[in-house]
Each structure stands twice: as C-alpha cells, then as structure tokens.
C-alpha cells in the first residue's frame, strides 16, 4: 500500500450498517465531558485498523460475529460510547446515555492479504473501502461516536477499521477500551480496569484563571501560504520509517549531553527541523511543535484507575525557522525535552480554564506541527483470537482539519526490523524536498558531526 499504483485493485460487498447496542440496558443519563475533553482540536474523529492474518485455530469463527458480539459486551460497560454527543449554552458538550448504539458495518472483499504486498501502513489508498463513512456520520452531535467495520479478506484474513470521536477519550483511553473489547471477544465477562467517568475531575475551575503560558493556543497569523491545511488539495501523505539504523544516525548528531534523551524527542527534533526546512519557512518566523503530554501521571492525586476520559496537554516549542535549522540539532532536542517538563498538575487545570475563558479555542495551526507518540498503546498487541495484528494503529496521520500532523506507531518492516513509521501530511513539492532532508541528515551532510554512518532514509 505504498502507493495508488500498487494498490490491489478489489471489491467490498458492504452489508447495510446497523447500529450494536449494549447487550443489556444501561443507564439513561447525561454525562458531562471534562473541559479537558471539550476543546475545538479534539472534536474530531480519529481513524484506526487493524490487519489480522488466517489463524488456523480459528477456522470455524466469524470475526465480523466474534467482533460485533465483543464490542455489544464492551457498551454494556463503556455505555456513553453508544450515546450521543449534545450541545449546550457556551458550546459545552455532553454525552447524552441513550443506549442508541454504535455503528457497524460487515464486509467481504474478493482480496487476499499477501496481495497487499510488504508494505502494509499508511497511506491505505483503499481505506475508503475499508471504513464506510456512513451519511452525516463525520458530524460531532448526534451522530454516533464509534463506527466499525469488519471486512473478511479471501484468504481468511479480515481487518478492523474503526473510528472514534476524541471528546471521548484520548489515546491511553482508547487503549483501555479496546482492552476490554479484545476480553469480551476471549469470554470474559466484565473488564479487568473497569472504565471511570469522573469527568469533573478536569473541569475548570472557579473562577477560571489562566496561570500558565500556552503558546499552543495564540492567535497567529498565517502569513505564508502552504504551512496549513488552507490548501489541503495539495497535500499528500507518506510513511517514514525509523529502525534501530536511522535512529542511532540521530543520536549520534546530538552532543553528549543530550546522549540519554528519548527516542521520541529525536524523531520530533528531526522531524521539526526537516519539516521547516522542507516548507522554506523564512527565518524570521516563529515555528511551533506541539507535542502531546499525557496529563495523568502528573496530577495529584492522579486520576482514579480506569479514567478513560481525555488527560492530555499540547504544549508548544516556540523559536524561529532560522534558528531551528541553523543550530545543529541537539537545539531542537533541548527545546522538546524542556517542553515536555513544563505540563504540571496547575497546566492541566490552567488549560482547563482557559478553554472556558476562550471558548474552547483551536490549537494554532499556523506553522505549526504536532507529534503524539501511540507506541505505548500497543494496538498491534490486540489480540481477538487471531493472533497479534500485522498492523496496529492510525490508518492516517493528522488531526481533523490540521492535515500536518504526524503521529508516531510501532511497526515491523517487511525486512522484520522493529521500529516507528511515522505518518506525515505535507504539501507535494514539500513532500518531495522533505525526503532529501531526512536523507541529508542521515546522511550527515551540513552537519558539524561527521562521525555517524552513512545512511539513506527507508521510506515506506
């Protein structure tokens, strides 16, 4: 799936799609969302699939039933998953428990899994095959908020494609619900984390008090054309895959100091610095890179055990293009591993107010770029009886209407390799020039560290 042309061309037979309720009644209430929850850059849908292989063993189950009857067991526990997104005064959202279901699509295709060849991330050039988007079923309110689709594959394989609304929950939430999914489908009968609600855990306070700086949220203008979704036609999606090879080129750019930073904060600093360039952002202009920081560890107390609401913060690295690109890149890697630190208990709940006091303001987008690392939610690991998937995670990157967004997945190259494929969405000829500077930089060309391997960029 590495691109169009090579795409196996297929046809999916698409059942009418129904709607799965929990197996039994849950409670009809309304259930307030955390202002955590309801900002404006999470009220979007996010894509995921997963690529199962034939398991012998499993020869005489139907993953579209094994799947469905799961998911109608994990509503029964989830049950605001089959409710409905309302909106009140101020633009506050709520989750109306109307027991109305999600989505769910059964679907066969006249293809077999080893046509799809090595290369199995994004972009999925069939995706819209594979996850029917059902009439108005992108909308935030009144629609539902989990829509799934089970497609068999001839060889005996099927994947799982699934969307969810973000005001629900955030990754390490949708990690925990698709635990409980992959238990039912296994007989359990209740979750081994039963889920938390406690929304108003992170709700603003009173009065609402902005006590931190968010550079996230500013109001910029956008100034130069192409460094925002403004011209989405153009924009094109490619993977970039990161083994153990490409990311020891990295390390071996930083100075000492900085020899014990993640890798998370290498693949973001040369990201960053690749992007800017590739975009010819003129050096007087300040650059962001917002990196999302999982909240719940650094509250106190920490929120209860099964919270599966939103508990993220997307704090922004701010300097310029000219300084981005002109310092080696142990500079970017300085400016994220400070950023990271600066997500406290008083910025979470500073957050929090400040989405009442600006009504639930947009992140800026305005060269701008926001990386979430998903390696620790281990979505290849969900195992429904047919073994751990092939591909596990985001089926593209981006973030609503902020298509430059790139999210990080764990994932085995066709050579066996472990490693990260990293999904970016850029302008073509952006694309193109964005390649050649990850290629440099392996490459160690301009570079005041000459003493890394020689390497060329694997992309995917």
Same mark, same amino acid.
């Given at each position: 799936m590495a691109s169009a042309s090579s795409s196996p061309k297929f046809t999916v037979r698409r059942c009418q799609p129904q709607l799965v309720v929990p197996a039994v009644p849950t409670p009809h209430e309304v259930k307030p969302l955390s202002d955590i929850d309801d900002q404006e850059a999470l009220r979007?849908?996010?894509?995921?699939?997963?690529?199962?292989?034939?398991?012998? &063993?499993?020869?005489e189950k139907d993953p579209v039933q094994v799947i469905r009857q799961a998911l109608s067991q994990t509503l029964v526990f989830y049950y605001p998953f089959a409710g409905r997104l309302r909106e009140g005064p101020h633009r506050k959202l709520m989750v109306d428990c109307t027991g109305e279901g999600a989505m769910f699509v059964e679907a066969d295709a006249d293809v077999t899994l080893d046509q799809f060849g090595d290369s199995l991330q994004p972009p999925f050039p %069939?995706?819209?095959?594979?996850?029917?988007?059902?009439?108005?079923?992108?909308?935030?309110?009144?629609?539902? *908020?989990? /829509?799934?689709?089970?497609?068999? /594959?001839? %060889? !005996?394989?099927?994947i799982l494609a699934f969307c969810f609304n973000h005001i629900m929950c955030d990754g390490a939430g949708l990690s925990q619900f698709m635990s409980t999914w992959v238990e039912m489908a296994h007989g359990a009968t209740k979750p081994s984390i039963p889920p938390v609600w406690r929304r108003e855990l992170l709700m603003a306070r009173h009065p609402p008090r902005i006590t931190c700086n968010h550079r996230e949220y500013e109001h910029v203008p956008d100034t130069v054309k192409g460094t925002h979704a403004s011209n989405d036609h153009d924009?094109?999606?490619? &993977?970039?895959?990161? @083994?153990? &090879?490409?990311?020891?080129?990295?390390? @071996?750019?930083?100075?000492?100091?900085?020899?014990? =930073?993640?890798?998370? +904060? /290498?693949?973001?600093? =040369?990201?960053?610095? %690749?992007?800017?360039?590739? *975009?010819?952002i003129k050096a007087d202009e300040d650059v962001r890179m917002m990196v999302i920081v999982n909240g719940r560890g650094r509250l106190n107390p920490r929120l209860p055990v099964g919270y599966y609401g939103n508990a993220i913060a997307y704090p922004a690295a701010v300097t310029t293009a000219g300084k981005l690109c002109e310092n080696p890149v142990g500079y970017a890697v300085e400016l994220i591993k400070?950023?990271? !630190?600066?997500?406290?208990?008083?910025?979470?709940? &500073?957050?929090?107010?400040?989405?009442?006091?600006? +009504?639930? %303001?947009?992140?800026?987008t305005v060269r701008s770029c926001i990386i979430s690392d998903l390696t620790r939610l281990k979505l290849r690991e969900a195992d429904f009886g047919w073994g751990e998937a092939v591909y596990g995670g985001v089926a593209e990157g981006g973030a609503g209407s902020f298509l430059e967004a790139t999210y990080q997945v764990l994932h085995r190259s066709a050579k066996g390799e472990e490693g990260i494929v990293l999904p970016i969405w850029l302008p073509a000829k952006a694309m193109d020039r964005f390649a050649k500077e990850l290629d440099a930089m392996f490459s160690n060309q301009n570079q005041s560290n000459t003493g890394s391997p020689s390497l060329t960029m694997s992309t995917l």
């Open positions: 979007f849908h996010v894509p995921f699939i997963q690529i199962y292989r034939k398991q012998a &063993s499993m020869a %069939c995706f819209h095959e594979l996850l029917y988007h059902v009439p108005a079923s992108h909308q935030i309110t009144n629609t539902p *908020l989990l /829509l799934v689709q089970v497609t068999r /594959l001839r %060889c !005996g394989g099927f924009m094109v999606l490619r &993977s970039f895959f990161f @083994g153990p &090879s490409q990311i020891a080129a990295i390390r @071996g750019l930083v100075p000492l100091h900085l020899q014990h =930073c993640t890798t998370f +904060d /290498l693949i973001t600093a =040369c990201i960053w610095r %690749c992007r800017t360039k590739a *975009l010819q400070k950023l990271k !630190g600066e997500v406290t208990e008083e910025y979470m709940h &500073s957050v929090a107010d400040l989405m009442v006091i600006k +009504d639930r %303001c947009m992140i800026t």
